[in-house]
């Protein structure tokens, strides 16, 4: 199985909601990451977990919480988002995050936030 | 942090003809270049990479140079076909965080 799997495929949701975004995979990947991509742009790093633990945060606003459960699953728990926030929700995996990796990339969630 | 510029922003080729994508990056200890495919409204898709220890790669139709000394690699599509069509993104490591940045990328148009 060489495919990262991404639910749901498509949300949309109001500025008072709360939703979860969610990444499996079963590769044996120990790296996973959430990036975002807004139309016409390039994938934007949100996120990395490695071995389960949360090594990089890019500075992103709380209203995204990423939440990693165990090695083959991530959530991204979405609360209070703006308009601003819609955008192709991707998340990706590699092996153990080292420098040299193929990131594979699920198909993404299209989140629009009313 | 790295820093990839992506050149040209927009391509347009007839089928059959070469296409070829630059990209430059900034960071002199980055050591790893994938380049991704991404069609509309789907994931992007690895297409080809290429490490630092290795000047150039190829498969099939497709091939990647890196010069490292300029600090640039390029993407090269031969024979284009219409199934092309795709935005392309450069990337790099960057080389003390792991991180991937990417480049604006490219539109690439091939027509029939």
């Known amino acids: 199985d060489t495919e990262v799997t991404q639910t749901p495929k498509h949300l949309v949701m109001g500025m008072t909601n709360k939703k979860s975004l969610k990444c499996e995979q079963h590769?044996?990947?120990?790296?996973m990451y959430w990036y975002k991509q807004k139309a016409k742009k390039p994938p934007e790093l949100m996120f990395v977990?490695?071995?389960?633990?949360?090594?990089i945060n890019e500075s992103v606003p709380s209203r995204f919480s990423p939440e990693c459960p165990n090695s083959s699953l991530l959530n991204l728990h979405l609360h209070a988002l703006q308009p601003e926030d819609s955008a192709l929700y991707l998340c990706?995996?590699?092996?153990?995050?080292?420098?040299?990796?193929?990131?594979?990339f699920g198909s993404g969630t299209q989140l629009s936030v009313l | 942090g790295e820093n990839v510029e992506q050149h040209p922003s927009t391509l347009s080729v007839q089928e059959g003809d070469s296409a070829v994508i630059k990209c430059t990056y900034s960071?002199?200890?980055?050591?790893?270049f994938p380049w991704y495919k991404q069609e509309l409204g789907k994931r992007p898709q690895l297409i080809i990479d290429?490490?630092?220890?290795?000047g150039e790669k190829k498969d099939q139709r497709i091939a990647v140079t890196l010069n490292k000394t300029a600090k640039h690699f390029s993407l090269h599509i031969t024979e284009t076909q219409p199934e092309d069509s795709a935005v392309y993104f450069c990337?790099?490591?960057?080389?003390?965080?792991?991180?991937?940045?990417f480049g604006k990328g490219t539109l690439l148009t091939v027509n029939p």
């Open positions: 977990y490695s071995y389960e633990k949360l090594s």
């Open positions: 290429i490490r630092s220890n290795v």
């Open positions: 960071d002199s200890a980055s050591n790893y």
């Open positions: 990337a790099a490591i960057h080389g003390s965080n792991y991180k991937l940045t």
């Open positions: 990706a995996s590699s092996p153990t995050g080292g420098r040299n990796e193929k990131l594979f």
């Open positions: 590769m044996g990947h120990r790296a």
